[in-house]
């Protein structure tokens, strides 16, 4: 019996250690009331950021940092009545071992302007929301997926993998990838004048666009009118595939 109540005992002091350690690592927590059309603005250095459309009421921010100089970096509060802004900041000289990932959880059911969802070195990923949506990545990809709105989406050195669900507010986008590729899924009906091109890569496309491949060199693009022409769709890269599907 005694040796059952130090192993229960040894199990209950590894649970806490484990809660424990959960709990510090997590650097950033905070809830912000968010109304209809407010502005989300994450702007990330090396990790992650994941948004993605959840049950609540309050947009909810959490940050984690890592890395051996993780408290040589500075999570940045910057919002304001209407705006959720988080950044983050490094010592200014030296080189710092340490990196941060975001997860935004925030209402499904509310519109918002995704004013920057952007890291330097990590991926950018967005799900379930809705509202005009602008993400980056310089050394990373970018994934959108279920998502309602107007969406704008680059990379530098990654793919970008984009699916709407439907189109609201009639703008302009633009999709890119300079080393990667980039793949767009749309409505069936999608009403818009769309441009694609890659220097080198293949392009594929489910709708009646003009397929156009350079007779010297390489290069291939399309493009066409699709209903009305409601708005301006740019899809391109200069190394990799590109695609336009239909959902």
Known sequence: MRRDHRVAAVLLGTAVLVLAAGAAAQDFQKSYPLEQGG??????VSGNVTVTGY????????????????????????????????????????????????????PQEVSFNFEGISSVSGNVEIRRVSGKIRAEAVSGNVTI???????????????????????????DMKFSAVSGNVSVRAPADLDAYVEMSTISGSLKTDFPLEVIER????????????????CRIRISSVSGRVSLTKN
């Open 39 to 44: 502005v989300i603005k994450i702007r990330n």
């Open 55 to 106: 049950g609540g009421a309050e947009v909810v921010v959490l940050g984690y940092k890592e890395g051996r100089d993780r408290d040589r970096v500075e999570i940045e509060d910057l919002s304001a009545p209407g705006r959720v802004e988080v950044r983050v900041r490094y010592p200014e000289f030296g080189n710092t071992d340490a990196g941060v990932n975001f997860e935004v959880r925030v």
């Open 145 to 171: 997926a279920d998502v309602t709105g107007s969406v704008s989406a680059s990379a530098v050195s990654g793919n970008v993998d984009v699916h709407i669900v439907r189109l609201e507010g009639g703008r």
């Open 215 to 230: 007779r010297y060199g390489p290069g291939r693009s399309a493009r066409g009118r699709l209903g009305s022409g409601a």
